[in-house]
């Protein structure tokens, strides 16, 4: 169902109604009361008779008028009811305030599965529970009670009431913005994060959409939503649970698992969206992306009244990845015709007192300044807006002035100004004036910064459409039916994992470069396998019951003659017995020494969010110890495996450090592209490691592989599912 009917309701319900002026139920009524909103009310409470002069009834079956959404006070417990005569009566929405669902554990999931079961039964659709409300501004549909929420054209999407009610207050006091509804998502229940998503993607009155998110429940067909809709308006978001006692906060508060940092963050930023890490940051960066056109080059002038603002804000802009383009000769020959002899005007340009008597060449320098074709946006730094209150009132009039003729720079040309005033808390009227025409200003040069950052960032996302990921996983497409009997064979015998041979195998009928090794039951054979090899050879204990074989002492490497490789037979064979005496042991795995390279790790995993992701670093004990690591979200393309590669700081080691030659990163490419096509073939996988694979100056070779199968898959074949 459209979720029309339940953001833009003509007609509310509130169960739960109540005559106490500190419940939410009397709160409610006293809002849509107070903010004029021209719906029906209709107060519900069994006990009542009317509440603030509307008539009460005793349920929501009692009203003889259509309803379209319901607003649920009541216990968590009545709320499988509560929906039951919604339902009877044909309430198309519900928003659920109650606490006590899935958030506290097992009884709460319980109760939050029944009271699921009775919305869809009845095709009621929930927001919530456990939220603070919802909001549609424009039509003064107040279901949270909060009072003189600024009106504007972002959407607000949080699971927290305390995050929303800084985020409004914050435009309500700092900004000419403001929004167009609010969602408390709450628990995800029912209606999910995507589906807002949708909503607010063809919402007209939507230029953009502000996230608070701790948990989702379908990441990844958020990421498909999320998509869609940046390439017609910003997504900025924010998302908490990054660390370990973060994660245990959210989710206690709404029921959902907080997935891997690395993982989240760059999936959201795959799909378009604007993450933000500091919460200072956030409300900025929405009012800059909803209010400027994009930066189209990543190349940003800097224009100030001092040279310490200039060089502390090239300084972030710099840390931020943005380009500081020299100024063309004909631009910086058309500055200091109007600036004093002192003014630097490479970029940053410091204007060097040359606005002291006249700030309205602020303006004049602007438009030289965004003229250049070098330069996507501007950011002005320091005193401007203050020059009345500092030196002058009648520069206050320059000012303005100047504030005029920047906001028409803007919407004429569609190059950004973003503005940094040490003067932005006096209100001077300047400011304001920057604000009317959708100049954002703020006191913090990191603000102001992170703003210019955030405008580059989503222009250079728009930019480079065709290298979008769909996000989309084409199950089976790319399976072999060599591969789908290596599989079987192992789900028929109900085992854990693949033998290392056997995931060795499946990579190989994909074309991946693996040892030809042999797997071996006694120790002639194993000196005749190592004989045919005709090099050194590694063995290896193969159980199906020993996943961790070093642990086990179940390795040897580097043997090269045969009293050595008998001699490594017996004793890995005997303590793996000692390890676990119950280890059904098929034998022993025969391979040949790799070349010499550099160790990385590839592995795979289900993330509980967005399902299937990989993961690339470097290999042995480093991957633990410095935890250099990239992820990404299934499946990868080319361009995705070589950035994967690039943004660790071991890359130099394989791009040929310190002389030594480089080794084959395109070879290590189309093996990361190759496990991605794996996991998609194969959806029987749970988790795949590749440690070590060995990257030479020409090729890469799997040293080991070691695949896990999903729990609800063993003991049943493809053929029987």
């Known amino acids: 169902m459209s979720l029309d009917r339940i953001f833009n309701a003509e007609s509310v319900a509130i169960i739960g109604a109540s005559r106490n002026e500190t419940k939410r139920g009397y709160q409610a009524i006293r809002t849509l009361l107070d903010e004029k909103y021209e719906g029906k009310i209709?107060?519900?409470?069994?006990?009542?008779?009317?509440?603030?002069?509307?008539?009460?009834?005793?349920?929501?079956?009692?009203?003889?008028?259509?309803?379209?959404?319901?607003?649920?006070?009541?216990?968590?417990?009545?709320?499988?009811?509560?929906?039951?005569?919604?339902?009877?009566?044909?309430?198309?929405g519900a928003v659920v305030l109650a606490g006590g669902f899935g958030e506290i554990g097992s009884d709460g999931r319980k109760l939050e599965d029944e009271m699921v079961a009775a919305a869809k039964k009845h095709n009621i659709r929930l927001v919530g529970p456990n939220t603070s409300g919802m909001l549609n501004l424009k039509d003064n549909l107040n279901l949270v009670g909060l009072k003189?929420?600024?009106?504007?054209?972002?959407?607000?999407?949080?699971?927290s009431g305390n995050m929303a009610l800084t985020l409004i207050t914050e435009a309500k006091i700092k900004s000419r913005k403001g929004f167009s509804y609010y969602v408390g998502v709450g628990n995800e229940a029912d209606i999910k994060f995507h589906e807002y998503l949708e909503f607010f993607r063809q919402d007209p009155d939507t230029r953009a959409i502000l996230m608070y998110v701790e948990g989702m429940r379908n990441g990844r067909e958020f990421l498909q939503q999320a998509q869609k809709t940046t390439l017609e308006k910003p997504i900025i978001l924010l998302k908490s649970g990054r660390s370990a006692t973060g994660k245990?906060?959210?989710?206690?508060?709404?029921?959902?698992?907080?997935?891997?940092?690395?993982?989240?963050?760059?999936?959201?930023?795959?799909?378009?969206?604007?993450?933000?890490?500091?919460?200072?940051?956030?409300?900025?960066?929405?009012?800059?992306?909803?209010s400027l056109p994009p930066i189209k080059n990543n190349k940003v002038a800097i224009l100030a009244d001092g040279g310490g603002h200039a060089t502390i804000a090239a300084d972030i802009l710099t840390d931020l990845g943005i380009e500081l383009p020299e100024l063309s000769e004909k631009t910086q020959h058309r500055l200091k015709e109007i600036l004093p002899d002192a003014a630097s005007v490479p970029n940053p340009v410091d204007v060097a007192g040359g606005t002291d008597t006249d700030p309205s060449v602020f303006a004049d320098c602007a438009e030289i300044i965004l003229k250049d074709p070098n330069v996507g946006g501007l950011l002005i730094v320091g005193l401007f807006g203050g020059y009345g209150i500092r030196f002058a009132e009648s520069l206050a009039l320059m000012e303005e002035d100047a504030a005029h003729r920047m906001g028409k720079l803007v919407k004429k040309g569609r190059k950004p100004i973003v503005l940094h005033s040490l003067y932005n808390s006096e209100k001077p009227h300047a400011l304001d004036l920057l604000r009317y025409y959708n100049i954002p200003v703020y006191d913090s040069l990191d603000i102001s910064a992170k703003c210019m950052a955030v405008l580059a960032e989503y222009g250079s996302y728009l930019a480079s459409y065709h290298a979008k990921s769909s996000f989309k996983l084409n199950w089976t497409a790319k399976a072999k039916p060599a591969g789908n009997d290596i599989i079987n064979k192992a789900l028929r015998e109900r085992r854990q994992a693949l033998l290392e041979h056997e995931g060795k195998k499946l990579f190989e009928i994909h074309g991946a470069p693996v040892p030809q090794d042999c797997l071996v039951e006694s120790e002639d054979e194993a000196v005749k396998c190592a004989i045919d090899l005709g090099t050194d050879v590694a063995l290896k204990i193969v159980s199906p019951d020993i996943l961790h074989k070093s642990d086990a002492g179940g390795v040897c490497l580097k043997l090269s003659t045969e009293k050595d490789i008998r001699y490594a037979y017996r004793e890995i064979v005997k303590k793996s017995k000692k390890y676990n005496a119950k280890?059904?042991?098929?034998?022993?795995?025969?391979?040949?020494?790799?070349?010499?390279?550099?160790?990385?790790?590839?592995?795979?995993?289900?993330?509980?969010?967005?399902?299937?992701?990989?993961?690339?670093?470097?290999?042995?004990?480093m991957v633990e110890i410095l935890k250099d690591v990239a992820f990404r979200v299934l499946p990868i393309s080319p361009t995705d495996a070589r950035k994967m590669i690039a943004e660790t700081k071991s890359y130099p080691i394989l791009d040929g450090a310190r002389g030594t030659p480089p080794l084959d990163t395109k070879a290590l490419q189309r093996l990361l592209v190759l496990c991605s096509d794996i996991v998609e073939a194969y959806p029987q996988i749970q988790e795949m490691d590749l440690n070590p694979v060995i990257v030479h100056q020409k090729g890469v070779s799997v040293v080991d592989a070691r695949i896990i199968l999903k729990t609800e898959v063993r003991g049943q074949s493809t053929e029987d599912r």
Request: aromatic share 4%; charged share 25%; with cysteine.
């Open 42 to 92: 209709y107060p519900v409470n069994p006990k009542e008779k009317s509440i603030l002069g509307f008539k009460c009834y005793k349920s929501v079956t009692d009203i003889d008028e259509p309803i379209d959404v319901a607003l649920v006070a009541t216990p968590a417990k009545t709320l499988p009811s509560v929906l039951a005569d919604c339902g009877k009566k044909g309430v198309k």
């Open 148 to 159: 003189d929420a600024p009106r504007g054209d972002i959407a607000l999407l949080t699971q």
């Open 248 to 290: 245990r906060s959210a989710g206690s508060h709404t029921g959902a698992l907080a997935g891997i940092s690395e993982v989240a963050k760059g999936a959201f930023q795959r799909a378009g969206i604007v993450v933000i890490e500091n919460s200072d940051e956030l409300f900025p960066a929405a009012e800059t992306l909803s």
């Open 583 to 621: 280890a059904d042991i098929k034998g022993v795995l025969v391979s040949p020494m790799a070349d010499e390279g550099v160790e990385i790790i590839i592995g795979t995993k289900i993330d509980d969010q967005f399902g299937p992701v990989i993961m690339y670093g470097l290999g042995g004990i």
